[in-house]
Structure formats: C-alpha cells, structure tokens
C-alpha cells in the first residue's frame, strides 16, 4: 500500500489538532461542554416523576454501601458470619450503612413495582417508547437477582436456607434447570465455591449489567421522550438544561433519601440471625414479601404438575409484560380508552396481591393485635 505524501499527513493532523476527535470527546473539558449542552423535559424529576428519579438514587445508594461493605466483607464460610458481625456491631457508622444497604433495596423493589404501575396507567409502553418500557421489564427481572446472591454472603441460617430453596425451585426448571444448578454451587454442597460464585455476581457481574440496562433505558428515554400525564394538566414543553436543573433536584433527592433511610437504620438496625449450621434441615426458612406470591403458586401445583407454578405462570407473566407494547395497539391517551388493557392487569394484579396474602397467612400467621 501506497504512504499518503508527508504534507498531506500535516495537513490531516492539524485540521484534527494533536489528539483525534474521538480522544478530544474523552477530554473531561469537552465531557463538561457537552453535559451543559443538554436539554430535558421540563418535568423531569417533578413531583409526578419523583419515583423515576428516586429509583437512581436507591441504586447509587446501594452500590454506595455495598462498597463500604465489601472493605470488610471476606467470601469465605468459617470468617463471612464474623465479618458480617465486625461490620454490624464494630466498624464505625457500620449497622446505619449496612442499614442502608438494606432498607434500600427493599425500598427500590417497592419503588419499581410503583414505576411500572405508573408508567403502565400513563400508557408509557406503547410506540414509541417500547423500548423504554422493555428495558424497564428486564431491569424488574435482574434486580431479585441481586438479594438471591446476596441473601447468601452474610452465612446466616436465613441466608443459607434460603439458598436451598431458591436452589431446589432454580433446578425444577426444565432443561436449564440443573445446569445453572450446577454452575452456581460449583459443586452437590453449598459451600466455599458456591460463596465465592455468588460474591462475584453480587458484587460485579451483577451490578454491571444493571449499569448497562439503566444506561440503555436512559438512552430510550432520552430518544423517545417521555409520556404526558394521564390526569388532564398542560403538558411540560418547556425544556430545561440538565446541569445544573435536574442534577439540583436529583442531589437534594439524594440528600433527604440518605438522612431519611439512615435515621431508620439507626432506629431499627438490619438483622442478623444465627451462623448458618448446614447440617440444621429442621430449619425453615420465611419467604420475603415479593416472592410470596411465588411461593404459593409453588405451593399449590405440586407432583408432576411443579412447573406449572416454577416455569409456565412465572414466564407467561413475564413474557406478557415484555410483549405488552406489542399486543396493545391503543393509541388514545385516555383511560376510557384502554379499557380492556386495564381491566385485564387489574384482575392480574389482584390475582398476584390475593396469593401474596394467602402466602402471608400461611407463613406468618395473623398480625397480632
Ligand atoms: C432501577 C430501575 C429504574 C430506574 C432507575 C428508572 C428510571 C426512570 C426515570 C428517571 C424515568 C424518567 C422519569 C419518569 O417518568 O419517572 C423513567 C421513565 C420510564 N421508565 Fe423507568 N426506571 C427503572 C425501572 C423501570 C421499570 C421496572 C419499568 C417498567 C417495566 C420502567 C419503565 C419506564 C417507562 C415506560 C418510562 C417512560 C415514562 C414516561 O414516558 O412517562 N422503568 N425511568
């Protein structure tokens, strides 16, 4: 191949400067430039969208806390349980951070469900916006990931035997079932591998995927925009600069959700059952609130008819939430209008709360008065 002539060479790198354009973009000066460049929806962050916003939030909470956690965390079966109580009971401001860690999450799985609810009743899914909408299903699908491997590195009683449930539900899955099993643990006992596997999803494999989901599901948003509101109000077509409007209101979101969930923390300290004894089957594990509706439906289909309630229901929803903007073709802003659609999740979402309840009732008896 022919060199190009050594002034057209100069001629090439001075037009572009020292470095090339794409090395310039990196430069944090261009980065700023182009962050003060960028415009929103003048609601962004508002009072109706304050739950978008406060799931990020949550999510930089935990990744927070998660890393002051990891500082004195150890993977290992005979020194996790200690580590976990050195965290708790010695490191300083170490129960409010683990705390946080928490009660966050639960807050973030509450705040999600409630994201999808109003984004659904907005008729947020439909065109062209499915692609937000899809993003956002499969975030709801990663995050109970994250307390299934994370339920385990504390090496509680709880933690432990719930593992083997989930475990046992993961491996009646057909076909995939066992292997992921196997892939997992490592090996027939919970043990060491299994520790140190669940350890690296929770920590890093985990929570780069859900990086990558938020900054696609922002991507949509930022191309597709964002949904009036389904309350007649005048719509928000003003647009307001990114920095410093809606970073402001995120920070002072930020700001009250910190004082707010570490104040709760500080009353009502995380909990800490009893090292985990692998050789105790009398033990018996209590579901958590959002998968109790699971666990009933487990519950009733039993023998050969197990995967109606671990595989066929479990992935019929989720294959009808990811397909919604595909199978509703209403186009009308009014919820007259989508009557059906909203009829049919009604009944769904009851159907969901009344197994929950049975699940309650079955697990923790009735609240006493
Ligand atoms: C950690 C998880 C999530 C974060 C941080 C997040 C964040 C956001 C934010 C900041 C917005 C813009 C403001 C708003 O309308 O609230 C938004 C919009 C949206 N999100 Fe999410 N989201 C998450 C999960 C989900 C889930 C689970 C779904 C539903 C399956 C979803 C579906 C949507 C849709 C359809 C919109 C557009 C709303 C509109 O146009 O009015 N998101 N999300």
Known sequence: MMKPPVSEITARTESQGFYPNWMKTLALEKTAAWIKKIEVAGDTCAWHR???????????????????????YSPVPGAAYDSVDFTLF????????????????????????????????????RKPRQL?????????????????????????????????????????????????????????????????????LH?????????????????????????ER????????????????????????????????ALVSWYWPPPLGDPADPTDSTYIPKPEWWVLFLNQLVAIFRGKWAIVGTTVIPGFLA?????????????????????????????LATVIIVLSMMGYLEHFGLPHA
């Open 132 to 200: 937000t909408w899809v993003s956002g299903v499969i975030i709801l699908v990663v995050l109970p990931l994250f307390i299934i491997t994370g339920d385990l590195l504390p090496w509680d009683q709880k933690g432990y035997w719930s593992t083997q449930v989930r475990l046992s539900i993961i491996a009646s899955v057909p076909f995939i079932g066992d292997m992921t099993v196997d892939l997992l643990r490592g090996g027939p006992l919970t043990g060491i591998v299994a520790l140190t596997r669940f350890y690296v």
């Open 230 to 261: 389904v309350l007649a109000r005048p719509a928000a077509v003003n647009r307001i600069p990114f920095w410093p409007r809606v970073i402001k209101r995120w920070l002072i979101l930020f700001i009250f959700s910190v004082a707010l969930i």
């Open 50 to 72: 304050i739950v978008g916003c406060a799931l990020l939030v949550l999510v930089v909470l935990l990744f927070l806390s998660g890393a002051f956690l990891a500082f004195y």
């Open 90 to 125: 010695n490191a300083p401001f170490g129960s409010i951070i683990k705390g946080v860690h928490h009660y966050a999450w639960n807050i973030l799985l509450i705040l999600a469900i409630f994201h999808l609810a109003r984004t659904f009743i907005a008729g947020a899914y």
């Open 203 to 227: 920590i890093l494999f985990l929570p780069g995927l859900l990086i990558v989901l938020l900054a696609a599901h922002f991507h949509f948003i930022a191309q597709h925009g964002l949904a």
């Open 319 to 347: 294959a009808l939430l990811v397909t919604l903007p595909y199978l509703d073709r209403s186009s009308g802003s009014r919820l007259s209008q989508r009557k059906g659609v909203i009829i049919f999740a009604g009944v």
